[in-house]
């Protein structure tokens, strides 16, 4: 079985590993409406839950809703020794496994109580110039919200509904990995998909088997035993059978690849963020 997956129309996310306790933003959780819509007439909401940010959006007419999900791995400032971290000065910057790039995947600074400002910097290529996008958010009540908004939030984000969304408990311990691939246990998403996707292949590792999760149960007897895989180079043969290799990129990240298909990176994901009929057994 080969990695690639089938995307749902109309369903994006990009969750990722999980926050570290110190990973906060600078503003409530809940849910954030442009300051230009309001409450009662958004279509879509920004959210930050404690651990993670994104966004919940009605969809158009034929179209479901559906939320944007990044896992925060960690916040702070932007780096000090940049030049053009001087357009960041004040705000909080936010990281997600899916973009580890200089400025983050979020940019927040605080207002008066329900208030923030997100800001978006575009480096232009060469001119050299600067684009900054400010847009001010304003904190929303679920009740506040228009039939429409409410019913996208249970249907996309349910844990957000009814009064907003609270402050997460700090997340679990992340498993220590294990060999002989020197990668955490447990399942594997591509790095655009939502951990949680119902239409997404998953890649399974424990340290004694490894194999393909697609959209049916968890079958064990579709793993292949980890004690085959031989050594290439810097990476494995998985499946001598189709080719299938894999490259370790970190501890939570892999790519995978076989000469059919070519290769797809794929990152750690909570067992807990998973479907639940995709879990080991």
């Known amino acids: ?23 906060n933003l600078p503003i409530a959780p809940g849910l954030y409406a442009e300051d230009f819509q309001g409450c009662a007439k958004a279509t879509g909401l920004f959210f930050y839950d404690g651990t993670s940010f994104g966004d919940v959006n009605q969809g158009g007419p034929g179209y479901k809703a559906y939320a944007k999900v990044h896992r925060i791995t960690r916040t702070g400032p932007a780096p000090g020794s940049a030049e053009t971290s001087r357009h960041y000065k004040g705000y909080t910057l936010a990281w997600s496994a899916e973009d580890t790039g200089l400025y983050g995947s979020l940019a927040v600074k605080a207002g008066a109580p329900g208030k923030f400002t997100k800001r978006f910097v575009s480096f232009l290529n060469g001119s050299g110039g600067v684009d900054v996008n400010d847009t001010a958010f304003n904190k929303c009540s679920f009740g506040q919200l228009s039939p429409q908004m409410q019913a996208a939030v249970r249907t996309a984000r349910p844990e957000l509904a009814e009064g907003g969304a609270a402050p997460a408990p700090a997340a679990a311990a992340n498993p220590e990995p294990v060999a002989p691939f020197n990668i955490r246990p447990g399942h594997y998403a591509p790095v655009a998909a939502a951990c949680g ?7 399974y590792y424990d340290g004694k088997r490894a194999g393909w999760i697609d959209m049916q149960p968890f ?21 001598a059978t189709t080719g299938e290799t894999l490259r370790v990129l970190g501890i939570d990240r892999i790519a995978v690849g076989d000469p059919e298909f070519g290769e ?6 909570p067992a807990a963020d998973v479907r639940a009929t995709a879990r080991a057994r």
Do not use: Q, Y
């Not at 690639?4 to 109309?10: E, K, T, V």
């Not at 292949?224 to 043969?237: D, L, M």
């Not at 797809?264 to 994901?269: A, D, G, P, Q, V």
């Open 197 to 203: 996707s119902a239409r997404e292949l998953l890649f």
């Open 219 to 239: 079958n064990p007897a579709r793993m292949n035993a980890v004690a085959s895989a031989k050594r290439r180079g810097a990476g494995w043969i998985t499946d």
């Open 264 to 269: 797809e990176t794929l990152r750690w994901c």
């Open 1 to 23: 079985m080969h990695r690639f997956s089938f995307a749902l129309l109309g369903l994006g996310g990009f969750a990722t590993t999980p926050a570290h306790a110190a990973a």
